[in-house]
């Protein structure tokens, strides 16, 4: 993470180089345990933007006042402020059913490692506007897993996508919105991700 | 001059087929060979879909090993018969009246996910076949666990819907869903059961032919006896001994046990799997032991009716400790070589 980094490759670099989940795996637990409808998937996804890139644009401010020996209760507080904002806003203005199997996971979002690394590892180094921006874009990066997996979840095990009958003969296979379903659904994607990461090593 | 040796035997300690890469394909259609018998019984009383649903699961698989072989840059070896095996024992523990998805999306499960994410054959942890009947089991629960129709008893293709038949289920044997509890279902005799004339999955239903089969290789060496005979030993033992908490005229009736259910074909044919078992004589009898009590224990106190698909993937779990805890004392020694049974 040097300087170098122009903006856009700030954003960018959260897509796909350093994908929270598919590269860095991190999140595993909400990503899981979320993504058996794409539209929890997103909501999901779009809380965890949110929460970041404030996250990340606060503590890029106070990080000069944060003592080094407490800096991680700091940031915990720091985000467990938004993730309230975040929470109670959902339960305002979203359907009570993505509230209802959220559940658990929205407070969560408090220990998400994601948002974690990112003001570790970022945030409490750099300047406020990349910070947002890395922000921005770890947060897309996460919500674009996120559906991806969710997306694959959904059209296996229900058929459906975003509550879309995909087709009317298809049988759905229940496994995948369950717990083992989950854990396929991420292995095989991990190792579709590898596996491109490997080729583009060996034609480099 | 020292190390080569010992890297030698390391490679074919590891090895899950003994015989050397030359003799897999013998091996495997020596196997395919010995499931016949209990192929033609599952025809003979399910009628001719049962081969439909065969040729599926042996055609997914023979398709998918190939297709993941060539995907990993290896050789293509689909002739040496293990994904054949697969997709015969696949069906085998399928219900006979199953859509015609299900044995196509599990074949592909089995050998693409089960073996080849774990390297292929001889590196897989779990039975390919009983795993992707787990998967199956609980990715379309209807058509596997209570939507089964007696295709014999309906006639070629006809279907006629389960509940108030008798008894369509093989795992309705021990204890199926409520429902069959409520129907109040009749205990077969031994007679029918031994050869078949019982309903059940479609490789499962004859234990005679099973048995035949499993001597077979029992005599060839291909199987060690110590598997099937702790496996079924322990299962009757325990089934006469064990309070069932499970209330049918038939619950602490060992020779029913036995008999039923996929335990002859669990015992011979899957527990068996040089791949997922011990290496060592003592592993085999301990992995065969393990098989049969939790077997009974399954049948007796766990939810599901029948308890030999999980037996074997729990101790297929377990194979790699239990190899190394039965690990000959001296390495390098040839007093009991790896992988020296037969």
């Known amino acids: 993470m040097n300087k170098e980094h122009t903006i856009i490759q700030e954003f960018t670099k959260g897509l796909f180089a350093h994908n929270p989940l598919f590269v860095a795996l991190l999140g595993m637990c909400p990503s899981l345990a979320v993504t058996t409808s794409v539209r929890n998937g997103l909501a999901m996804g779009m809380a965890v933007i949110l929460v970041i890139t404030l996250s990340n644009v606060l503590i890029s401010l106070i990080r000069n006042q944060i003592p080094k020996a407490v800096r991680i209760p700091c940031f915990i507080v720091v985000i467990a402020a938004f993730v309230t904002m975040v929470e109670l806003l959902m339960k305002a203005y979203l359907p009570p059913e993505i509230n209802e199997s959220l559940g658990i996971f929205i407070p969560l979002i408090v220990v998400n490692c994601v948002i974690m690394y990112r003001a570790e590892d970022f945030a409490s180094k750099h300047g406020v506007f990349r910070s947002a921006i890395d922000g921005i874009g770890m947060g897309a990066g996460f919500t674009l897993a996120l559906a991806t997996l969710s997306t694959i979840r959904e059209a296996i095990g229900v058929g459906t996508i975003l509550g879309v009958k995909i087709s009317e003969t298809y049988q759905p296979a229940s496994v995948m919105i369950m717990a083992p379903g989950a854990f396929l659904g991420l292995g095989l994607l991990l190792a579709y991700f590898n596996w491109r990461r490997l080729r583009k090593g060996e034609k480099a | ?342």
């Open chain 2, 1 to 342: 001059m020292a190390e080569t040796p010992e890297r030698v035997e390391l490679i074919v300690s590891s090895s899950p087929h003994i015989r050397g890469p030359e003799n897999i394909p013998k091996v495997m259609w020596t196997v395919v060979a010995a499931l016949v018998p209990a192929g033609l019984m599952g025809v003979y009383f399910f009628g001719y879909y049962v081969l439909e649903v065969i040729f599926l699961c042996v055609a997914t698989a023979v398709a998918a090993e190939a297709a993941c072989q060539k995907l990993r840059g290896r050789s293509v070896t689909v002739n040496d018969g293990s994904a054949v095996i697969t997709g015969i024992l696949l069906a085998y523990v399928l219900p006979p009246s199953v859509p015609w998805y299900i044995p196509v999306v599990g074949a592909a499960f089995a050998i693409a996910i089960v073996k080849h994410t774990f390297g292929g054959l001889g590196n897989n942890i779990w039975n390919p076949a009983l795993a992707a009947r787990a998967f199956l089991q609980i990715a379309y629960p209807a058509p596997i666990n209570s939507d089964w129709r007696s295709l014999h008893e309906a006639g070629f293709l006809q279907s006629i819907t389960l509940t108030d038949d008798k008894g369509q289920l093989v795992h309705a044997v021990t204890r199926a869903t409520p429902l069959f509890k409520e129907a109040g279902w009749e205990k077969y005799d031994y007679m029918s059961m031994l050869i078949g004339n019982v309903p059940g999955c479609i490789g499962e239903t004859s234990a005679i032919a099973l048995i035949l089969g499993g001597l077979y290789l029992i005599y060839r060496g291909y199987v060690d006896w110590r598997v099937p005979v702790g496996f079924i030993g322990t299962a009757f033992i325990l089934a006469q001994v064990l309070p069932p908490r499970i209330e049918t005229p038939w619950a602490n009736d060992p020779f029913y046990h036995v008999l039923a259910g996929g335990l002859m074909l669990g015992a011979f044919f899957m527990a068996t799997d040089m791949v997922t078992s011990p290496l060592t004589k003592k592993g085999l009898a301990i992995f065969g032991i393990g098989c049969g009590l939790l077997t009974v224990l399954i049948r007796f106190y766990a939810a599901y009716p029948e308890g030999v698909c999980y037996s074997i993937l729990i101790m297929n779990t377990a194979t790699p400790l239990i190899d190394r805890y039965t690990q000959p004392k001296l390495l390098g020694g040839g007093k009991t070589a790896p992988g020296g049974k037969g």
